[in-house]
Structures are given as structure tokens and as C-alpha cells.
């Protein structure tokens, strides 16, 4: 799918502006939140698990921009209504902590945002930006617009520019697939076959699918998270996560499937709903679909 986006650059500089300026707080905040919502830290104090707190600061800060009339995340049920000041504004989707049981291990996690011109659930067709921050090492954020994908260090809560029009390598080399193995589908179990019989291609996995598209936008490869035997939708979000990635993605000159059709043609009916998820390089993505029949 061609991904053809001119609508509100001002607008969506700064929501990306006002996302990585929460990054340090969010980062700072994660070494004292490694607890569940219910449970005490090692003081004994009862405090919000990273996830929800992130969460709190992204509607705060979101949510008091002029153009953003809608806020919605994972860790909300419903869409909230923002102060937004226009009559049509847009809607923000946000992962607050994408791969946020990750704290525990001490392993990478991230913050993903889909930028949508119409109320949510909307279309991936709808979407007129997306981005990512990664707390890897060092903390980046990889966004999505009219100006095609682009890769900044966020330091001290601003954007630097690393790299202008990231496009995926042309040698894809690794894979990672969500979900047990003995849970797959036959048909995508055959397909896992060919990817790892192929001996350029590595495996990559880390439980946080920002981290694992963040290997494939560098080294060229797919990621995966399946319909499974036991959850025939998979496991990730269409509105947080399945649509911001495609866009980012196939931004990115990849492609993104739901096992048919790209992620950004499937049809929004929840806001929580959940979509088998694959995306990556061109070739390996049609593979999928014509394995999967
Ligand atoms: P959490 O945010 O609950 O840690 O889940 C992360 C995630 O949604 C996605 O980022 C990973 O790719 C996937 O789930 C990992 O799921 P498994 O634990 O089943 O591998």
C-alpha cells in the first residue's frame, strides 16, 4: 500500500516534540516502578506501575495540545475526549509502554504513537503519522509522516537527527515470531520453516515488538506476531500497535500483512481489538501471505 500523507506537518511535529520531551521523564521514572499497580516497591510505597504512569503523562501533555481532540491507550478502555481546541482535530493512539513486563529482565521497551485524522477506532487509512521511542542503550525515536521515516537520538527530551529516509536493507537477516510454537497455525509453522531454513536469516526476539521492528527497519527481515491456535486473532492491538507499525513500515518501503491483506486495510470494529501482525521486507511479507493462503 502507498503511503501518501501531506496533511498537518505543524501538528504532528509537535505532538512527536511533545512525546520525545516525556521521554526522559518516563525513562528516569522506570529503575523505582519495577512493581506491579498493586504492589509495594522495596520503601513499601504503592505506586503506579511504569505503564499506567506513562499513560498519565502522555494524556496530560497530549491531551492539552490545540490539535489533538481524542487520546486513547492500552491501558484505557475508553477513548478520552481532550481539551482540543479545534472542531476537527486528531486522535492519538498510544502504547505508553510497549514490552513493559520487559522491566523486570532489564530489557528493551518502548513508547509507540499513531497519529489518526478522524475519531477512534479509525482506519489505517486514517493515519497520517506514527512514530516509536526505543529505551534501548541509548533512547531514539523513529517517526513516520509526509517526510517518509526518519530516525532521531532523543537527548535531554529533544529530537537530533540520526538518519533521513530509513529505508529497510535490500539483505533482510532476521526473524522473530511471537507465541508459543506448538500454538501456531500449520500453515505458518511451513512458513517459519522456510524463513529458518534460509541460512542468511538470524533469529531475533525480545518480548517488546519495538525493539524486534527497530532490528528489522536496521538489518532488513520480518517480525511476527501470529493468529494462534489458541487466540486466531494473535495477540496485538490494531490501534496501537499493528496500524502504527504497518505505516512505519511500509513507509519504510516494507510491507505489512494481517495473513491476507496489509494491516492498514483491516477493518477497525473495537478499540482494543487484536490482529495477527507481520510485517517486514516486501518479499518476505508476500511469502507469508501465499504460504497462509
Ligand atoms: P507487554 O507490553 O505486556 O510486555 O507485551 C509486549 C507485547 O505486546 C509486544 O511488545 C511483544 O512483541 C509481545 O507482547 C510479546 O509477547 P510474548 O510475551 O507472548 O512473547
Redesign the pocket.
Known amino acids: 500500500m502507498a503511503i501518501q500523507v501531506d496533511s498537518y506537518p505543524e501538528e504532528i511535529g509537535e505532538i512527536f516534540d511533545t512525546v520525545a520531551a516525556l521521554a526522559p521523564a518516563i525513562r528516569e521514572a522506570l529503575p523505582g516502578r519495577r512493581v506491579q499497580n498493586d504492589e509495594t516497591n522495596p520503601s513499601g510505597e504503592t505506586q503506579l506501575a511504569a ?1 499506567a504512569y506513562a499513560d498519565e503523562l502522555f494524556l496530560e501533555e497530549l491531551g492539552s495540545l490545540d490539535s489533538v481532540v481524542e487520546y486513547a491507550s492500552e491501558e484505557r478502555t475508553k477513548v478520552v475526549p481532550t481539551d482540543g481546541k479545534r472542531e476537527t482535530g486528531l486522535s492519538v493512539a498510544i502504547d505508553p ?6 522491566l523486570k529482565s532489564n530489557n528493551t521497551m518502548g513508547t509507540i504513537v499513531a497519529v489518526y485524522d478522524a475519531p477512534l477506532p479509525a482506519e489505517g487509512a486514517d493515519l497520517v503519522a506514527a512514530a516509536y521511542v526505543l529505551f534501548g542503550p541509548i533512547t531514539t525515536m523513529m517517526t513516520a509522516d509526509a517526510d517518509g521515516v526518519t530516525e532521531y537520538l532523543v537527548d535531554d527530551g529533544q529530537r537530533e537527527l540520526l538518519e533521513e529516509d530509513v529505508r529497510l536493507p535490500d539483505d533482510p537477516s532476521v526473524y522473530g515470531f ?2 508459543r510454537v506448538p500454538d501456531w497455525t500449520s500453515d505458518f509453522a511451513t512458513y517459519a520453516e522456510l524463513v529458518e531454513a534460509d541460512e542468511s536469516m538470524k533469529l531475533r526476539y525480545g ?4 525493539g ?1 521492528i527497530n532490528q528489522v527497519l536496521t538489518y532488513g527481515g520480518i517480525f511476527a ?1 501470529p493468529a494462534l491456535e489458541s487466540a486466531p486473532v494473535g ?2 492491538r490494531l490501534q496501537f ?1 499493528g496500524n502504527p507499525i504497518a505505516f512505519i513500515i511500509e513507509s519504510a518501503g516494507g510491507r505489512s500483512s494481517d495473513g491476507s491483506q496489509s494491516l492498514l486495510e483491516v477493518e477497525p470494529t473495537d478499540l482494543h481489538q487484536r490482529v495477527p501482525v507481520h510485517v517486514g521486507n516486501d518479499e518476505l511479507v508476500e511469502q507469508l501471505e501465499t504460504v497462509l493462503g
Not at 518480548?207 to 519495538?210: L, N
Open positions: 505503564d509502554l510497549d514490552g513493559s513486563s520487559n511471537g507465541g518480548g517488546a515488538m519495538i524486534d506476531y495477540k496485538l500497535e
